[in-house]
């Protein structure tokens, strides 16, 4: 049980524009739904939920440019949390920095929000959270549309127990805040379809990766290399399909997907 006590926090206020939209953009905190989502997980879910979770660094970085379901991605990770792991909504702040209202007057906004978070939302201190078995969890969505947002998660992290995952479209921004946060971070780069992505989004039908994640030890053992051969004839079919089935103008981004014909990954 967490200890009741005073509002610690009572000084943290938001304007009320501010207020209502993270109340409006978080509605499992009144038990509403969020907004209908796609069915189909690209394949960094497992791998964001496994590092979110019990990876070695407290702050997962999600890099990738915009409209390849970076987003998404974020709101089915707490549709999943919600729903099939039971975490209490209370727990999961979610914060779109490319729509969020004005934050004038707010010098460091993720601590502020933050401060407001654990005041307003879960009650007690991410700590004490923490120390009741009721870790927090933290979705930042294109921050860095903040000058200074690598300093303020660093400070985050240093101080508190919680399980943050950051999305970002710029590269060259994302990358610049990697030193602050040296030894806190694992990235995961998102680019366009993957073919037996479009497999699965056009047909229906799933193919699992041959080459397994976090592993580059099999790249030098040649049955891996005959397997691979095996595995594409296996698929060539399906994988066909999917090719044919794309737009392939050279500027289209159904162009630029259909260059990449990887099936390993």
Request: with cysteine.
């Amino acid at each position: 049980m967490i200890p009741e006590g005073p509002d610690i926090f009572d000084k943290i206020r938001l304007s009320p524009e501010l207020d209502a939209y993270l109340r409006d953009t978080n509605p499992w905190w009144e038990g509403k739904p969020g907004r209908v989502l796609p069915p189909y997980r690209r394949w960094p879910f497992k791998v964001l939920l496994r590092k979110i979770e019990g990876g070695t660094a407290p702050v997962v970085v999600l890099r990738g440019a915009r409209q390849v379901g970076k987003t998404t991605l974020q709101e089915q990770l707490i549709e999943y949390l919600l729903q099939e792991q039971k975490v209490e909504p209370s727990r999961i702040l979610r914060v779109q920095f490319d729509e969020i209202p004005t934050l004038r007057g707010l010098k460091e906004p993720v601590l502020v929000i933050i401060r407001w978070f654990e005041n307003r939302i879960l009650s007690c201190s991410l700590n004490e959270a923490a120390h009741a078995n009721r870790t927090a969890y933290i979705f930042l969505d294109e921050v860095q549309n903040l000058s200074d947002w690598a300093p303020q998660i660093k400070a985050l992290v240093d101080h508190h127990t919680v399980h943050v995952l950051v999305t970002g479209s710029s590269a060259l921004r994302i990358e610049a805040g990697r030193d602050s946060l040296a030894g806190r971070i694992t990235t995961l780069g998102l680019g366009t379809l993957l073919l037996r992505e479009i497999a699965g989004l056009r047909f229906g039908t799933q193919i699992e990766p041959y080459w397994p994640p976090n592993s580059l030890e099999p790249l030098l053992n040649q049955e891996f290399w005959r397997g691979l051969n095996d595995y594409g004839k296996q698929h060539h079919e399906l994988l066909d399909r999917s090719f044919r089935a794309l737009p392939h103008g050279p500027c289209s981004s159904g162009g630029l997907m259909a260059r990449d014909r990887r099936p390993a990954q």
